[in-house]
Protein backbone atom coordinates (compact mmCIF):
# COMPACT_ATOMS: atom_id res chain seq x y z
CA UNK A 1 0.00 0.00 0.00
CA UNK A 2 1.66 2.98 -1.07
CA UNK A 3 2.28 6.47 1.16
CA UNK A 4 -1.22 8.01 -0.17
CA UNK A 5 -3.49 5.32 0.42
CA UNK A 6 -2.54 4.98 3.84
CA UNK A 7 -2.76 8.88 4.45
CA UNK A 8 -6.34 9.10 2.88
CA UNK A 9 -7.05 5.98 4.85
CA UNK A 10 -5.93 8.15 7.80
CA UNK A 11 -8.20 11.35 6.52
CA UNK A 12 -11.18 9.28 6.25
CA UNK A 13 -10.95 7.63 9.59
CA UNK A 14 -10.53 11.06 10.96
CA UNK A 15 -13.82 12.48 9.30
CA UNK A 16 -15.81 9.45 10.66
CA UNK A 17 -14.12 9.82 14.27
CA UNK A 18 -15.29 13.31 14.22
CA UNK A 19 -18.50 13.02 12.37
CA UNK A 20 -19.77 10.21 14.87
CA UNK A 21 -18.20 12.16 17.84
CA UNK A 22 -20.45 15.09 16.62
CA UNK A 23 -23.99 12.46 16.69
CA UNK A 24 -22.83 10.71 19.81
CA UNK A 25 -21.22 13.43 21.66
CA UNK A 26 -24.38 15.14 22.54
CA UNK A 27 -26.18 11.49 23.60
CA UNK A 28 -23.05 10.80 25.92
CA UNK A 29 -23.35 14.46 27.45
CA UNK A 30 -27.06 13.61 28.34
CA UNK A 31 -26.45 10.75 30.27
CA UNK A 32 -24.03 12.56 33.11
CA UNK A 33 -27.01 13.17 35.97
CA UNK A 34 -27.75 16.71 36.76
CA UNK A 35 -24.57 18.05 34.41
CA UNK A 36 -26.25 21.36 32.33
CA UNK A 37 -25.58 20.62 28.80
CA UNK A 38 -23.11 23.12 27.56
CA UNK A 39 -24.17 23.39 24.04
CA UNK A 40 -27.26 25.30 25.55
CA UNK A 41 -24.21 27.85 27.01
CA UNK A 42 -22.80 27.92 23.74
CA UNK A 43 -22.35 32.34 22.10
CA UNK A 44 -23.31 33.07 25.77
CA UNK A 45 -20.98 31.89 27.78
CA UNK A 46 -19.49 35.29 28.36
CA UNK A 47 -22.95 36.95 29.58
CA UNK A 48 -23.42 36.78 33.04
CA UNK A 49 -26.01 35.22 34.56
CA UNK A 50 -28.75 38.16 35.78
CA UNK A 51 -28.35 39.02 39.51
CA UNK A 52 -30.94 38.78 42.09
CA UNK A 53 -31.66 42.20 42.95
CA UNK A 54 -35.05 43.67 44.96
CA UNK A 55 -37.95 45.38 43.94
CA UNK A 56 -36.56 49.19 42.89
CA UNK A 57 -37.65 51.89 44.75
CA UNK A 58 -38.87 55.11 42.89
CA UNK A 59 -36.79 57.63 41.16
CA UNK A 60 -36.79 61.27 42.49
CA UNK A 61 -37.34 62.50 38.96
CA UNK A 62 -40.58 63.52 37.91
CA UNK A 63 -40.70 61.23 34.83
CA UNK A 64 -42.95 57.95 34.66
CA UNK A 65 -42.41 54.70 36.15
CA UNK A 66 -43.17 51.79 33.43
CA UNK A 67 -43.52 48.51 35.05
CA UNK A 68 -44.27 45.94 32.15
CA UNK A 69 -45.39 42.71 33.25
CA UNK A 70 -43.79 40.16 30.66
CA UNK A 71 -44.87 36.14 31.30
CA UNK A 72 -41.65 34.72 29.07
CA UNK A 73 -37.99 36.46 28.37
CA UNK A 74 -38.89 37.87 25.14
CA UNK A 75 -42.72 39.09 25.65
CA UNK A 76 -41.36 42.73 26.76
CA UNK A 77 -39.18 43.09 24.11
CA UNK A 78 -42.07 42.04 21.42
CA UNK A 79 -44.82 43.86 22.65
CA UNK A 80 -43.25 47.43 24.18
CA UNK A 81 -39.35 47.00 23.11
CA UNK A 82 -39.73 50.04 21.16
CA UNK A 83 -41.50 51.80 23.32
CA UNK A 84 -39.26 50.51 26.81
CA UNK A 85 -36.28 52.45 23.86
CA UNK A 86 -37.86 55.96 23.62
CA UNK A 87 -39.15 55.33 27.74
CA UNK A 88 -35.78 55.15 29.29
CA UNK A 89 -33.96 57.60 25.55
CA UNK A 90 -36.05 59.87 27.64
CA UNK A 91 -34.88 59.66 30.76
CA UNK A 92 -37.98 58.00 32.28
CA UNK A 93 -37.61 54.59 34.56
CA UNK A 94 -38.53 51.49 33.68
CA UNK A 95 -38.85 48.02 35.35
CA UNK A 96 -39.37 44.73 33.58
CA UNK A 97 -40.78 41.70 35.68
CA UNK A 98 -40.35 38.44 34.43
CA UNK A 99 -42.94 36.14 35.72
CA UNK A 100 -41.08 32.69 34.57
CA UNK A 101 -37.41 32.08 32.74
CA UNK A 102 -39.34 30.16 29.89
CA UNK A 103 -37.67 26.96 30.59
CA UNK A 104 -40.17 24.99 29.44
CA UNK A 105 -39.29 25.05 25.47
CA UNK A 106 -38.76 22.10 23.89
CA UNK A 107 -37.83 23.33 20.76
CA UNK A 108 -34.76 25.40 21.84
CA UNK A 109 -33.78 22.59 24.86
CA UNK A 110 -33.56 19.72 21.57
CA UNK A 111 -31.78 22.19 19.31
CA UNK A 112 -29.35 23.30 21.53
CA UNK A 113 -28.97 20.37 22.97
CA UNK A 114 -28.73 18.31 20.35
CA UNK A 115 -30.31 15.56 22.37
CA UNK A 116 -33.73 13.69 22.59
CA UNK A 117 -33.24 13.36 26.04
CA UNK A 118 -35.90 15.70 28.24
CA UNK A 119 -33.54 15.96 31.42
CA UNK A 120 -34.22 18.46 34.04
CA UNK A 121 -30.93 19.64 34.37
CA UNK A 122 -30.99 20.87 30.72
CA UNK A 123 -34.32 23.08 30.87
CA UNK A 124 -33.26 24.81 33.60
CA UNK A 125 -30.06 25.48 32.16
CA UNK A 126 -32.18 26.61 29.23
CA UNK A 127 -33.81 28.98 31.71
CA UNK A 128 -30.41 30.41 32.75
CA UNK A 129 -29.80 30.91 29.09
CA UNK A 130 -32.80 32.87 28.70
CA UNK A 131 -32.34 34.80 31.40
CA UNK A 132 -29.03 36.01 30.13
CA UNK A 133 -30.40 36.75 26.67
CA UNK A 134 -33.34 38.99 28.39
CA UNK A 135 -30.82 41.04 30.26
CA UNK A 136 -28.63 41.75 27.06
CA UNK A 137 -31.87 42.61 25.70
CA UNK A 138 -32.97 45.01 27.85
CA UNK A 139 -29.48 46.34 28.62
CA UNK A 140 -29.95 47.50 24.67
CA UNK A 141 -33.33 49.03 24.97
CA UNK A 142 -31.17 50.86 27.88
CA UNK A 143 -32.94 49.49 30.88
CA UNK A 144 -30.96 48.96 33.98
CA UNK A 145 -30.13 45.44 35.73
CA UNK A 146 -31.28 46.71 39.14
CA UNK A 147 -34.82 46.92 37.67
CA UNK A 148 -34.68 43.35 35.89
CA UNK A 149 -36.77 40.96 38.31
CA UNK A 150 -36.90 37.09 37.40
CA UNK A 151 -39.78 35.95 39.89
CA UNK A 152 -39.13 32.20 38.63
CA UNK A 153 -42.63 30.38 37.82
CA UNK A 154 -43.21 27.45 35.98
CA UNK A 155 -43.32 28.10 32.34
CA UNK A 156 -46.42 26.80 31.20
CA UNK A 157 -47.92 26.70 34.44
CA UNK A 158 -48.82 30.11 35.49
CA UNK A 159 -52.65 29.45 34.50
CA UNK A 160 -52.55 26.51 36.62
CA UNK A 161 -51.16 28.78 39.77
CA UNK A 162 -54.16 30.89 39.23
CA UNK A 163 -57.08 28.23 38.75
CA UNK A 164 -55.54 24.40 40.35
CA UNK A 165 -52.96 25.47 42.67
CA UNK A 166 -53.50 28.57 44.43
CA UNK A 167 -52.20 27.07 47.70
CA UNK A 168 -48.76 27.02 49.18
CA UNK A 169 -49.95 23.96 50.64
CA UNK A 170 -50.60 22.34 47.13
CA UNK A 171 -47.91 23.85 44.98
CA UNK A 172 -47.46 22.94 41.04
CA UNK A 173 -44.83 20.56 40.04
CA UNK A 174 -42.80 21.80 36.65
CA UNK A 175 -43.17 18.86 33.99
CA UNK A 176 -40.01 20.06 32.69
CA UNK A 177 -37.75 20.98 35.52
CA UNK A 178 -39.11 18.56 37.70
CA UNK A 179 -39.50 20.97 40.97
CA UNK A 180 -42.40 22.95 42.81
CA UNK A 181 -40.82 25.93 43.54
CA UNK A 182 -37.81 28.07 41.41
CA UNK A 183 -34.24 26.52 41.16
CA UNK A 184 -32.87 29.82 40.13
CA UNK A 185 -30.43 31.60 42.17
CA UNK A 186 -31.22 34.90 41.11
CA UNK A 187 -34.94 34.19 41.98
CA UNK A 188 -36.90 37.25 43.34
CA UNK A 189 -38.39 35.71 46.44
CA UNK A 190 -36.05 32.52 47.15
CA UNK A 191 -38.88 31.06 49.26
CA UNK A 192 -41.61 31.53 47.64
CA UNK A 193 -43.35 28.14 45.53
CA UNK A 194 -45.09 27.42 42.73
CA UNK A 195 -48.55 28.92 43.95
CA UNK A 196 -50.35 31.12 42.77
CA UNK A 197 -50.88 33.40 46.15
CA UNK A 198 -46.82 33.61 46.00
CA UNK A 199 -46.92 34.78 42.75
CA UNK A 200 -49.47 37.48 43.39
CA UNK A 201 -47.74 38.54 46.60
CA UNK A 202 -44.40 38.63 45.10
CA UNK A 203 -46.25 41.31 42.22
CA UNK A 204 -48.38 43.16 45.17
CA UNK A 205 -44.57 43.71 46.48
CA UNK A 206 -42.92 45.21 43.67
CA UNK A 207 -45.84 47.43 42.44
CA UNK A 208 -46.14 49.28 46.09
CA UNK A 209 -41.86 49.46 46.25
CA UNK A 210 -41.50 50.88 42.31
CA UNK A 211 -45.19 52.29 42.47
CA UNK A 212 -45.43 52.08 38.73
CA UNK A 213 -47.52 55.55 37.02
CA UNK A 214 -47.73 52.76 33.90
CA UNK A 215 -47.99 49.18 34.14
CA UNK A 216 -48.10 47.37 30.95
CA UNK A 217 -49.43 43.79 30.66
CA UNK A 218 -50.85 40.96 28.30
CA UNK A 219 -54.19 41.18 26.87
CA UNK A 220 -56.63 38.48 28.31
CA UNK A 221 -57.31 37.56 24.92
CA UNK A 222 -54.31 36.69 24.00
CA UNK A 223 -54.21 33.27 22.75
CA UNK A 224 -51.23 31.87 25.29
CA UNK A 225 -52.68 30.76 28.78
CA UNK A 226 -49.57 32.01 30.27
CA UNK A 227 -50.32 35.48 28.92
CA UNK A 228 -54.01 35.38 30.29
CA UNK A 229 -53.16 34.45 33.83
CA UNK A 230 -50.51 37.10 33.56
CA UNK A 231 -53.53 39.54 32.91
CA UNK A 232 -55.24 37.63 35.58
CA UNK A 233 -52.69 38.30 38.22
CA UNK A 234 -51.33 41.77 37.05
CA UNK A 235 -54.97 43.18 37.14
CA UNK A 236 -55.25 41.39 40.64
CA UNK A 237 -52.12 42.38 42.23
CA UNK A 238 -52.35 46.54 41.01
CA UNK A 239 -56.26 46.31 42.76
CA UNK A 240 -54.78 44.93 46.56
CA UNK A 241 -51.52 47.52 46.09
CA UNK A 242 -52.22 49.98 48.80
CA UNK A 243 -50.71 53.57 49.18
CA UNK A 244 -50.28 53.13 45.86
CA UNK A 245 -52.21 55.91 43.58
CA UNK A 246 -53.57 54.10 40.75
CA UNK A 247 -51.90 53.20 37.54
CA UNK A 248 -52.41 53.59 33.74
CA UNK A 249 -52.84 50.23 32.55
CA UNK A 250 -51.84 49.55 29.09
CA UNK A 251 -52.63 46.24 27.33
CA UNK A 252 -50.36 44.37 24.66
CA UNK A 253 -50.81 41.25 22.91
CA UNK A 254 -48.64 38.61 21.32
CA UNK A 255 -49.70 35.17 20.52
CA UNK A 256 -53.12 35.76 18.00
CA UNK A 257 -53.75 34.13 15.04
CA UNK A 258 -52.14 35.65 11.67
CA UNK A 259 -50.99 38.32 13.42
CA UNK A 260 -48.61 40.50 12.53
CA UNK A 261 -48.92 40.00 8.72
CA UNK A 262 -46.77 39.62 6.97
CA UNK A 263 -44.76 37.00 8.46
CA UNK A 264 -41.33 38.58 7.80
CA UNK A 265 -39.11 41.25 9.34
CA UNK A 266 -41.03 44.76 7.88
CA UNK A 267 -39.69 47.70 9.96
CA UNK A 268 -41.00 50.59 7.66
CA UNK A 269 -44.64 49.03 7.87
CA UNK A 270 -47.14 50.10 10.63
CA UNK A 271 -48.02 47.31 12.99
CA UNK A 272 -51.41 46.70 12.56
CA UNK A 273 -54.52 46.67 15.14
CA UNK A 274 -54.60 43.09 16.41
CA UNK A 275 -57.96 41.14 15.57
CA UNK A 276 -58.98 40.87 19.80
CA UNK A 277 -60.67 43.02 21.92
CA UNK A 278 -64.47 43.98 21.82
CA UNK A 279 -64.12 46.73 23.89
CA UNK A 280 -61.38 49.71 23.88
CA UNK A 281 -59.59 51.31 21.39
CA UNK A 282 -56.23 50.60 20.16
CA UNK A 283 -53.25 53.00 20.68
CA UNK A 284 -50.54 53.19 18.28
CA UNK A 285 -47.08 54.65 19.23
CA UNK A 286 -44.85 56.17 16.49
CA UNK A 287 -41.51 54.77 17.15
CA UNK A 288 -38.53 56.93 16.26
CA UNK A 289 -35.66 55.15 13.91
CA UNK A 290 -33.11 54.37 16.39
CA UNK A 291 -36.19 52.70 18.74
CA UNK A 292 -36.58 50.90 15.64
CA UNK A 293 -33.21 49.81 15.15
CA UNK A 294 -32.97 49.12 19.26
CA UNK A 295 -35.83 46.66 19.00
CA UNK A 296 -33.97 44.68 16.49
CA UNK A 297 -31.08 44.52 18.33
CA UNK A 298 -33.00 43.50 21.39
CA UNK A 299 -34.69 41.10 19.45
CA UNK A 300 -31.39 39.32 17.91
CA UNK A 301 -30.07 38.85 21.79
CA UNK A 302 -32.73 36.40 22.24
CA UNK A 303 -31.04 33.99 20.09
CA UNK A 304 -32.29 30.78 21.73
CA UNK A 305 -35.85 31.71 20.07
CA UNK A 306 -34.46 33.54 16.73
CA UNK A 307 -33.19 29.74 15.95
CA UNK A 308 -36.51 27.70 16.49
CA UNK A 309 -39.04 31.07 15.51
CA UNK A 310 -37.14 33.31 13.80
CA UNK A 311 -39.70 34.37 11.74
CA UNK A 312 -42.24 34.92 14.36
CA UNK A 313 -40.14 37.69 16.37
CA UNK A 314 -39.03 39.29 13.75
CA UNK A 315 -42.25 40.50 12.04
CA UNK A 316 -42.95 42.38 15.48
CA UNK A 317 -40.09 44.90 14.66
CA UNK A 318 -42.33 47.79 13.00
CA UNK A 319 -42.93 51.13 12.68
CA UNK A 320 -45.30 51.22 15.32
CA UNK A 321 -46.57 49.39 18.27
CA UNK A 322 -50.11 49.66 19.81
CA UNK A 323 -51.87 48.92 23.38
CA UNK A 324 -55.16 49.14 24.59
CA UNK A 325 -56.66 49.33 28.04
CA UNK A 326 -58.24 47.00 30.05
CA UNK A 327 -62.07 46.27 29.23
CA UNK A 328 -65.01 47.94 31.10
CA UNK A 329 -68.04 45.58 32.45
CA UNK A 330 -66.21 43.87 35.64
CA UNK A 331 -63.55 41.23 35.39
CA UNK A 332 -63.20 38.79 32.87
CA UNK A 333 -64.00 35.07 33.14
CA UNK A 334 -62.17 33.20 35.78
CA UNK A 335 -60.76 36.15 37.29
CA UNK A 336 -62.50 36.30 40.83
CA UNK A 337 -62.53 32.64 41.62
CA UNK A 338 -62.95 31.14 45.12
CA UNK A 339 -59.80 30.42 45.91
CA UNK A 340 -58.28 33.70 45.01
CA UNK A 341 -61.11 35.59 47.72
CA UNK A 342 -59.58 32.43 50.29
CA UNK A 343 -56.38 33.59 49.96
CA UNK A 344 -56.36 37.30 49.35
CA UNK A 345 -56.01 38.07 53.10
CA UNK A 346 -53.27 35.89 53.53
CA UNK A 347 -50.95 37.89 50.69
CA UNK A 348 -49.79 40.42 52.96
CA UNK A 349 -48.19 37.56 54.95
CA UNK A 350 -45.72 36.21 52.67
Known sequence: MGVKQVAHRRKRKRKTLTLVSLVVGPFLLGIVPSMPHPFVHSLVWWVPIPERVEAPLPGQGEGERVLVISPHPDDDVLGVGGTIAQFTGEGHEVCVVFLTNGDANEAAQMLLTLNPLHRAADYRALGYRRQKEAARALDILGVRASHMLFLGYPDGGLADLWSEHWSRDNPYTSPRTRVDSSPYRNTYSPEA???????????????????????????????????????????????????VDEPEI?????????????????????????????????????????????????????????????????????????????????????????????????????
Open 193 to 243: VYAGADLLADLVEIIETFQPTIVYMPHPEDRHPDHQAGYQFGMKAVSLASS
Open 250 to 350: RLYVVHVPDWPAPHRLLPDLPLAIPPVGTQGEWETVELCEKAIDLKLAAVRAHMSQRWTNGRFLARFVRATEVYTRPPSGGPPPGFDHPGDRQAIPEVSSL
